[in-house]
């Protein structure tokens, strides 16, 4: 299946680039699949979503009386969905019946104009995301994320939400402790599209974070469903980089609503509020990880595997230079731009020359690591996070702590730096 095609579904493009993303081979195995039935991810779909796809197919088609006849299935329309879709057949139906008028209906151009402008895409673009995710269940959105590089074993689940499929993918361990896919659900995003920067700008933000709390009963707007998850944006990454605002929860529908254009909310991401609860199971405080991003890779296992090695070097390399009490060498590893609390660049290479200086040995080990791969770019490039358990032990000094570590460079072909650094 041509994922550029159905990217653009989901982008919510143009009528006639979105009929033209789908070879007519295409359009018509997939109207197959949901006229016979039988396929299992066709039968878990409701019949108000199977109608929608049906609807919208038609409609990507031109066939505005058959989106009709689609629609019509259902009596009385209840559904706000495919009320919405019902009306963008009824509005093209009648531009369509204007320009066939010609000269009997020249008089009516401003009307016309109007009809033309009417934005009703809203319905179109949800069903457009839906009929995405019918495809991509066929064919399959398989193998693993190719970001989620090593994942620790105090690390119990992943969610990755994909601003530009409009979907939520989580993963989390299974019995034998392998993380596996367990949820694949529709997610609706900020209503503006891009990284979130400022408090306001309606963006949901790209990056790496963790769920923070659970809230839940009294300390719950209804307006945000049975239960909500706040994440750690800011995080330091984007605190580094000027990015403002809070309050970016997982979080569900207001009670009797039941659907959501992909684009609706404040920054949040939301699902309906009976997949909210299923996927809420997951979710472990401490030990569950949010990755935001605009159409994640997955099952390249050549890239995984090459991303990961690199970033293993830097980070052995790192530790090497450190033991070794090669202090310059050492601290070739950190950025120009590195910060660790309020330490710069300038200060952290006063204060570890002075502290090495004085060591006779040190031994540094690692246990419990995790390595995401951030899929955004960022303005020093890629960008990676380490997270893991660190013993330190010298001739006059040793810890037990928990670190987080950001590591950035600006081409492939470079080694990896520390940009942040941080003892949790």
């Known amino acids: 299946m041509n994922r550029l095609g159905l990217l653009a579904l989901c ?22 699949v949901l006229q016979d ?9 409701s019949q108000n979503d199977i109608l929608a796809m049906k609807a919208v197919l038609a409609l990507n088609e031109g066939k505005n009386k058959q989106a009709l006849s689609v629609l019509n299935v259902v009596g009385g329309v209840q559904d706000p969905l495919l009320a919405m879709l019902e009306a963008e057949a009824y509005r093209r ?37 839906r ?23 105090n690390i119990y689940s992943v969610f990755l939400v994909d601003k530009k499929r409009s979907r939520l993918f989580v993963y989390a361990r299974n019995d034998v402790g392998d993380l596996v896919r367990v949820g694949d659900e529709y997610v609706v995003t900020g209503a503006a599209i891009g990284d979130k920067r400022v408090e306001g700008d309606a963006r949901t933000p790209n990056g790496i974070y963790r769920f923070s709390k659970r809230l ?17 944006y800011p995080n330091f990454l984007d605190v580094l980089h000027h990015k403002n605002g809070s309050g970016i929860w997982m979080h569900g529908y207001a009670e009797g609503v039941g659907r959501r254009p992909p684009r609706d909310t404040k920054g949040c991401f939301a699902l309906p509020n009976s997949r909210l609860l299923n996927v809420s199971k997951y979710v472990k405080l401490g ?44 601290l070739k590893h950190y950025d120009k731009n590195f ?22 040995f040190i031994d540094v080990s690692i246990s419990n690591l995790t390595v995401i791969h951030d899929p955004n770019t960022w303005p020093e490039g890629e960008v990676a996070v380490t997270d893991f358990d660190q013993v330190y032990h010298s001739d006059n000094y040793q810890d037990v702590t928990h670190k987080r570590m950001y590591w950035v460079r600006h081409k492939s072909s470079k080694a990896w730096k520390i940009l942040l650094e941080e003892t949790l």
């Open 11 to 32: 982008l919510g493009l143009s009528l006639t680039a979105q009929a033209a993303a789908l070879s007519d081979v295409e359009r018509q195995r997939v109207a197959l």
């Open 37 to 45: 039935g039988t396929d299992p991810n066709v039968q878990s779909l």
């Open 93 to 129: 139906s009648a531009v369509q019946s204007v320009e066939l008028a010609g000269e009997y209906a020249k008089g009516l151009s401003h009307q016309k104009a109007l009809l033309k402008a009417a934005d009703l895409s809203l319905g179109v673009r949800e069903a457009n995301v």
């Open 131 to 153: 009929l995405s995710l019918l495809v991509d269940k066929l064919d399959g959105v398989s193998g693993f994320p190719v970001d989620l590089l090593s994942i620790g074993a």
């Open 216 to 232: 839940q009963g009294k300390g719950l707007e209804l307006r945000y469903g049975p239960v909500a998850y706040p994440i750690d």
């Open 287 to 330: 030990h569950s990880w949010v990755v935001v991003g605009e159409g994640f890779e997955f099952d390249d296992v050549k890239k995984r595997d090459g991303l990961l090695t690199s970033i293993r070097q830097s980070m052995d390399a790192w530790r090497n230079d450190w033991v070794s009490l090669d202090t310059e060498t050492y």
């Open 339 to 360: 910060h660790s609390g309020h330490w710069n660049l300038g200060l952290w290479k006063m204060h570890k020359r002075r502290v090495n200086a004085s060591k006779s």
